[in-house]
């Protein structure tokens, strides 16, 4: 196997630069497509375990096991969150009668005339 390896390798090294070039693309997303798919399924597997109390909720995304449920199910919860913090007003009250704008206790400044 290792020596039809080195003759593949060999017969692409003697050919036009195009031929190079597109078995560079399609080696490249190849390893692109083989890492990303390794990649979910250790997000995968690695979500599934972390998540005991997911478990406890019976709904359908929780019912549902993989990574796009679990992405949508995240998503779901961020803009939930998002949205009640935009709902919420903030009311400022000031107590009228409590406002002092006098320091008391402070030692006084002398005054000094600009030439």
């Keep these: 196997m290792l020596e039809s390896v080195k003759k593949f390798i060999k017969k692409v090294q003697n050919t036009e630069d195009r031929v190079k070039r597109n078995w560079v693309f399609a080696l490249s997303g190849t390893t692109m497509a083989i890492t990303v798919a390794l990649w979910l ?48 007003k903030n009311n400022i009250f000031i107590n009228r009668p409590n406002i002092n704008f006098q320091l008391e206790g402070l030692e006084e400044i002398k005054r000094t005339k600009l030439p």
């Design 41 to 88: 399924v250790y997000v995968n597997l690695t979500v599934k375990n972390v998540s005991p109390a997911a478990e406890k909720v019976k709904t359908e995304t929780a019912k549902k096991t993989g990574f796009i449920s679990t992405f949508g199910a995240g998503l779901s919860q961020i803009a939930a969150q998002i949205k009640s913090k935009l709902s919420v």
